[in-house]
């Protein structure tokens, strides 16, 4: 920039404010760069906006992790400047861990397979909410969910092989194998009360996950929450869908996949996640549904308005599952709807596990 660090510093401040406020719909000089960027209007989908401004402006992989946590104006820009003077974006992004999982100071990877918040005092948890991933993401999905999780609520969120900070390591194509690996990485924080929590096909290994919980280890969590996530007695016919079939076919062009669907939220965010989500696919596809009795759990659902991947209906039959409470909620947005509509369903679990816990 040809400039002195405090210089830089403050022409990349009013550079964030411009952004902001294109992204906003407002004017630069109503946003204060002392305040978090959480508090000034921004929902998840416009700080994935940000970050992608970021990326393309600056040159910057800036770590989710690092958004979430939502710093000011001020603080972003030092960052920011910290992270220009060290490397310029890779050309190969795509093999390298951008989540900043690994280099977060509070934040800790237990056994390789789930990612946390540090400094939790154990004396203080009374539940655990074990969230799972969709294919093509990472456990960096569930940022906002790690830094503000419900009083006494310890968030553990699933990393599975093949992405983020464990983007060096084979993917699996098991259900089964993958599901076994997965309640073993849990098994030693099953000692409070616990709910299970995915995303798309995250949901459908949180269900293979809870049978296997019960059948195994005689564990049985206080509710399952699910979104986006088709009923597991419907992926058969599931995987026979366009956006399902062709995104498994390697030799699909991204043009060709981004043009099955007519609606999508962030383009970009979906374009980043799809190397990851076709080496996936293999997972998805060996899936097989069997009819094992119903869950006697709670399930929550939510279901996207604009969801092409899984309607609204298809969420609906998760009812068919359980012999307990079933409650389904429409929000607005695209198969990755989770960040947008984050509060809502983040206020919905503390209200869960307060009740819960109560009963």
């Known amino acids: 920039m040809g400039m002195e660090g405090s210089e830089q510093q403050l022409f990349l401040q009013e550079k964030i404010k411009e952004a902001l406020a294109k992204i906003l719909g407002t004017s630069a000089?109503?946003?204060?760069?002392?305040?978090?960027?959480?508090?000034?209007?921004?929902?998840?989908?416009?700080?994935?906006?940000?970050?992608?401004?970021?990326?393309?402006k600056l040159e910057v992989n800036f770590p989710l992790m690092k958004i979430a946590k939502g710093p000011s104006i001020i603080e972003l820009s030092g960052q920011l400047l910290t992270e220009m003077n060290k490397v310029s974006l890779s050309s190969n992004a795509s093999d390298q861990d951008l989540s900043g999982i690994g280099a977060e100071e509070d934040i800790e990877v237990v056994n390789d397979w789930l990612v946390k918040k540090k400094n939790i005092h154990e004396a203080t948890i009374s539940t655990r909410i074990f969230c799972i991933h969709p294919v093509g993401a990472g456990a960096s999905m569930f940022s906002h969910f790690l830094y503000n999780a419900p009083t006494n609520t310890e968030i553990m969120a699933f990393q599975l092989p093949g992405r983020e900070n464990r983007i060096s390591e084979e993917y699996f194509e098991d259900v089964p194998l993958l599901i076994e690996q997965m309640a073993q990485a849990i098994k030693p924080y099953l000692d409070v009360p616990f709910i299970v929590m995915g995303h798309s096909f995250g949901g459908i290994l949180g269900y293979e996950l809870i049978r296997y919980l019960k059948a195994n280890f005689g564990q049985n969590p206080l509710r399952l929450f699910i979104s986006g996530t088709i009923a597991p007695q419907l992926t058969k016919k599931w995987k026979e869908r366009d956006v399902i079939s062709q995104t498994a076919v390697f030799a699909n062009s991204e043009e060709r996949l981004l043009a099955l669907m007519s609606y999508i939220d962030d383009v970009e965010f979906l374009k980043k996640i799809l190397p990851v989500m076709r080496k996936d696919m293999p997972l998805i596809m060996n899936y097989q549904y069997h009819e094992n009795g119903k869950l006697d759990i709670p399930i929550t659902a939510y279901a996207a308005d604009k969801d092409e991947v899984v309607h609204a209906h298809e969420v609906a039959c998760w009812q068919e599952q359980t012999t307990a409470e079933f409650?389904?909620?429409?929000?607005?947005?695209?198969?990755?709807?989770?960040?947008?509509?984050?509060?809502?369903?983040?206020?919905?679990?503390?209200?869960?596990?307060?009740?819960?816990?109560?009963?």
């Not at 978090?36 to 209007?41: A, H, P, R, T």
């Not at 947005?333 to 869960?352: M, P």
């Open 29 to 56: 000089d109503g946003i204060d760069t002392a305040v978090s960027v959480s508090k000034i209007g921004l929902d998840s989908l416009m700080l994935n906006q940000l970050r992608n401004w970021i990326q393309q």
């Open 327 to 359: 409650e389904l909620e429409v929000v607005p947005g695209d198969h990755w709807f989770l960040s947008r509509n984050k509060d809502q369903i983040l206020a919905k679990l503390s209200e869960v596990v307060n009740k819960e816990l109560v009963e």
